[in-house]
């Protein structure tokens, strides 16, 4: 019965990686179609958020499956809880990745952010790749001082997003009203995107120490 249990819990271990490598794969995608207007990618990423639903569903399941049938406490427990956790930040961050590439399918064939905006965009994506990478690694592998590190990862995120709204409100702004909607919500959605990373990998902290660390907002 315990082999089966370690067996099932593994199991969700996989399902959740797979989230985790099914939103970095993507964001990356969605950045591409935002970046280079490319509408294939785009339509990938809005194609497949209901892949990374389904695996969102499947977690549930076996979680709720498993505390129904074992009962489970102590550390077997906390697993259970850091897993559906961890699954509801993962499904959100896809959710925004299809959230930017339907933003670059409005605009298409023009690229959705001036070429004034795309260094930062640039960054903004490098971030949220890395922090995705992370978050499947410390899943394949817990690893608090990894997932501790999301947490500066973070802090870089905001202050690009700060820098945004910099060039957003400057005074020479010249693509009117509705481009800068369109970056506000964008930079939003990374910015987002990176604060559920810094969530799920203080779950894993959790996971791993017993300890409880504030989430992000």
């Not at 797979?18 to 995608?29: K, N, P, S, T």
């Not at 952010?113 to 899943?139: Q, S, Y």
């Not at 702004?173 to 509705?178: K, S």
Request: charged share 30%.
């Amino acid at each position: 019965m315990r082999d089966e249990f370690r067996a099932d819990l593994q199991t969700v271990s996989q399902l959740l990686v797979d989230m985790a490598e099914g939103v970095r794969a993507a964001m990356h995608r969605a950045t591409r179609g935002l970046l280079k207007a490319d509408r294939e990618a785009s339509e990938a990423v809005i194609a497949r958020d209901a892949e990374i639903d389904d695996l969102y569903r499947q977690v549930e399941e076996r979680v709720c499956d498993l505390l129904a049938r074992q009962a489970p406490v102590a550390s077997d427990l906390r697993a259970m809880i850091t897993a559906l956790h961890v699954a509801a930040d993962l499904e959100r961050m896809g959710d925004l990745a299809d959230h930017v590439a339907k933003t670059a399918l409005r605009r298409h064939p023009s690229p959705a952010v001036p070429a004034e905006l795309r260094p930062v965009f640039t960054d903004m994506a490098g971030i949220a790749d890395r922090m995705a990478e992370k978050i499947a690694k410390v899943l394949a592998s817990p690893d608090a001082d990894l997932a501790a590190e999301l947490d500066h990862d973070d802090d870089a995120m905001d202050d690009l997003h700060k820098s945004l709204f910099g060039v957003l409100l400057g005074e020479d702004w010249p693509y009117g009203v509705e481009t800068a909607i369109d970056a506000t919500l964008l930079g939003r959605f990374y910015e987002r995107f990176a604060d559920h990373a810094v969530n799920a990998g203080e779950h894993v902290v959790y996971l791993i120490t017993g300890e409880s660390t504030p989430t992000s907002n």
